[in-house]
C-alpha cells in the first residue's frame, strides 16, 4: 500500500494523502480508508471526501474522545494512524460498473471536430478511443455530481479552451487535459465538449443525490441522436 501522511487541514479535518499523482494503487488506499470508516466510524467521525491522492476526514472535536488536554486532532491522528496499519486495498469489493450513453458531435458535441484534427484523428477515431476504455470516478466535485475519471486515453488528453463558456449543458461529456468528465447541471466551463448523455447525474431529490460515487466504474456507449431523444433527453 502508497505510504501515507495525515495532516490537519482545520479544527473539524484532517487530511491523508498517499501521494502526488493520480495512480491506481493511491487510489485503491483511498477507497479502503474511506470504506473502513464508514463501515466502522471513529467516535466524533462525521464523514471523508476523497480527492486524486487524498482523502479528507472530518469530525467533530467535542466527540472524539482523547486525553486531558489533548487536542482533538492529535487524537483523529492517532486513531487514523491505527486503522492505517491494518488496512488491505485488496479486501475491496467488485466496483460498480455504471454504462453511459453518449451521443457525440454536432449539437451534442460541438468541440469534437476541432479535437479530432487537434490529433490528427478522425471524429471517428475519437468516439472510438474515447468509448472504448473504462474509466474510474475518481472524486465528485467542482458542480454537484460532477466526477473526475481518470483512465482517458493519453492520445486525447487536450489543453482545456482558452475562453471558457459560460452555460454548458446539463449532461455534456467533456475532456480537460489528461481527464474526462460529464457536466451534471448547467454551468460555466471551459473543457471541450464532445458529447451529451440523457442520463442525469443529479437528483436533487435523491439518496444518494449524485448517481456517481468515487470508485465506480464507467463506460461509455456511444448512441444516435434519435436514442438520445428516445432515452428522454432533449433535443
Known sequence: MPAASIAVMTETAM???FGTTIDPAIADAIQALAASLDADPFPGFVESSPGFATLAVFFDPDAVPRDRDEPPAASVQRLLEAR???LDPAALGEPRLVEIPVAYGGAFGPDLAELAAHHGLTEE???ALHS???YRVHMIGFTPGFPFLGGLPERLATPRRP???LKIPAGTVAIGGPQTGIYPVESPGGWNLIGRTPV???LPDGDPPSLLAAADRIRFRPITAEEYVALGGRP
Open 15 to 17: 487530511v491523508v494523502r
Open 84 to 86: 492505517l496499519a491494518n
Open 125 to 127: 477515431e475519437v468516439i
Open 132 to 134: 472504448g476504455g473504462e
Open 163 to 165: 475562453s471558457p463558456r
Open 200 to 202: 442525469a447525474l443529479f
